[in-house]
C-alpha cells in the first residue's frame, strides 16, 4: 500500500474483501499506509464446476438487495472512526438502498449487477426518485444525510453488534412466524 501511494500523486482507495479477521483494525492500518477510501466489499470471482464433462464453468452471479446487509453494517461501524471515505458497493438496486448507504455513512454508494439487468437509463430514474425522496423528507444535502444512521448518531449503537443476536432470537420465540422485527 505504501510502495503504491508514493508512486502516485492521485488519493487511492482501497476495495476490501470481507474477509479479514478484523476489518476495523485492518481498515484503519490501511488508513495508516495512506488509503485516502475505503471501498466495502469485494466478492471474488465464483466460478462452478461441471462434475460431467470435469469443467470449470464461468458464472456471472449477480447481486440483490440482500447483499446489502454486510457493506451497510460495516460501513455504519467505520464512520466517524477511520480516517477515510468510504464507498459501498454490493447490492444497491434501487434509490431507497442508496440512500442507506449514505446514512451509514458513505460517501457514495456504487451500482454494477443493476444496471447490467436494467440499462444505463437506470442511473437517471434513480436520480430522480432519490432527489424527490430528499426533498419530500426535507434534506438540503447529501452531507445531511451522510451518516446520520452511522453507529456512532443512531439512538442504540448496540443495534450494529453481534449481541443483537440474543435480541433477535428472544423476538423470534415470541413470535414463531419467523417475521423478526
Ligand atoms: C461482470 C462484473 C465484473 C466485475 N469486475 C470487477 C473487477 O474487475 N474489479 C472489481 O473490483 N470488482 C468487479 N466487480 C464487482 C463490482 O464492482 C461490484 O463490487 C459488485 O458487482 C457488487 O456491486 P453490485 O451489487 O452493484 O453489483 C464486477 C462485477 C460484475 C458483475
Same mark, same amino acid.
Given at each position: 500500500m505504501q510502495l503504491v501511494r508514493e508512486a502516485?500523486? $492521485?488519493?487511492? =482507495?482501497?476495495?476490501?474483501s470481507?474477509?479479514?479477521?478484523?476489518t476495523a483494525h485492518f481498515a484503519n492500518e490501511l488508513c495508516r499506509a495512506g488509503a485516502s477510501g475505503l471501498v466495502l466489499f469485494n466478492r471474488f470471482y465464483q466460478p462452478d464446476i461441471d462434475i460431467h464433462k470435469l469443467d470449470v464453468l464461468?458464472?456471472?452471479?449477480?447481486?440483490?438487495?440482500?447483499?446489502?446487509?454486510l457493506p451497510l453494517r460495516w460501513i455504519a461501524m467505520l464512520y466517524g472512526r477511520i480516517?477515510?471515505?468510504? =464507498?459501498?458497493?454490493?447490492?444497491?438496486?434501487?434509490?431507497?438502498d442508496a440512500i442507506k448507504g449514505l446514512m451509514a455513512g458513505a460517501s457514495v454508494t456504487m451500482m454494477a449487477s443493476e444496471l447490467l439487468?436494467?440499462?444505463?437509463?437506470?442511473?437517471?430514474?434513480?436520480?430522480? =426518485?432519490?432527489?424527490?425522496?430528499?426533498e419530500e423528507h426535507e434534506y438540503d444535502s $447529501?452531507?445531511?444525510?451522510?451518516?446520520?444512521?452511522?453507529?456512532l448518531h443512531v439512538a442504540d449503537p448496540t443495534a450494529f453488534e453481534r449481541a443483537?443476536?440474543?435480541?433477535?432470537?428472544? =423476538?423470534w420465540r415470541d413470535d414463531p412466524t419467523g417475521v423478526i422485527l
Open positions: 502516485v500523486s $492521485i488519493p487511492v =482507495a482501497v476495495k476490501l470481507p474477509f479479514f479477521t478484523s464461468p458464472r456471472l452471479h449477480l447481486f440483490s438487495s440482500e447483499d446489502l446487509a480516517p477515510a471515505d468510504l =464507498a459501498l458497493t454490493s447490492g444497491v438496486q434501487n434509490y431507497e439487468k436494467k440499462g444505463l437509463f437506470r442511473i437517471q430514474e434513480l436520480l430522480e =426518485a432519490m432527489n424527490l425522496w430528499l $447529501i452531507e445531511q444525510l451522510q451518516g446520520s444512521m452511522s453507529q443483537n443476536y440474543m435480541k433477535v432470537l428472544n =423476538a
